[in-house]
């Protein structure tokens, strides 16, 4: 997935939740546009702890070079927005693509990503969050099956449990 247009002051905490959204419900690795080393820690943090060394982060300062590769290869792009098609007449579609990159803007899109995007893709025609926009659509390419994806690296584990918390460590540790 891209995270276009990343400012570190100002989009710190919620890209920082678009790459968890992302590495918890089964994306490859992001590429975040900018650069904060910051933010890249944080996250190898998360996937030390949690699990999901699978997980690529990559800063990167030309994200037109990185779209135009990305199709060159063979893959699609898919880029959420509220002025694209709604997902539900899309998803099918989705569900059969190989190689998917998925973009995300922080701040206002250039034209360029809507003329070069294989799907330009809504969750709602109404303004929201990029960070429910990409779980939503993870939820629907993936099919549910995201919420079942156990990392075999992590430290520790959360137990599901009706009432109360439990958590195990998975490294012997105490």
Do not use: C
């Amino acid at each position: 997935m891209l995270r276009l247009g990343h400012r570190p002051q100002r989009d710190k905490r919620v890209t920082t939740h678009v790459a968890l959204v992302a590495r918890a419900f089964g994306a490859k690795g992001i590429y975040i546009h900018g650069n904060d080393q910051k933010l890249a820690k944080k996250i190898e943090d998360v996937i030390n702890v949690w699990g999901g060394k699978y997980f690529r982060i990559e800063m990167i300062s030309n994200p037109k070079k990185l779209v135009n590769d990305w199709k060159a290869t063979g893959g699609k792009v898919v880029h959420l927005t509220m002025y694209g098609i709604n997902l539900p007449h899309v998803q099918e579609k989705l569900k059969e693509l190989d190689k998917i990159l998925v973009i995300v803007g922080a701040e206002k899109v250039e034209g360029w990503y809507y003329h070069m995007a294989d799907f330009n893709v809504a969750i709602s025609n109404q303004p929201h969050s990029e960070v429910a926009s990409l779980a939503l659509f993870l939820d629907r390419v993936y099919k549910g099956e995201e919420l079942n994806i156990m990392f075999g690296d992590s430290k520790i584990s959360v137990i599901p449990m009706e009432r109360g918390k439990k958590v195990v460590r998975n490294d012997g540790q105490h």
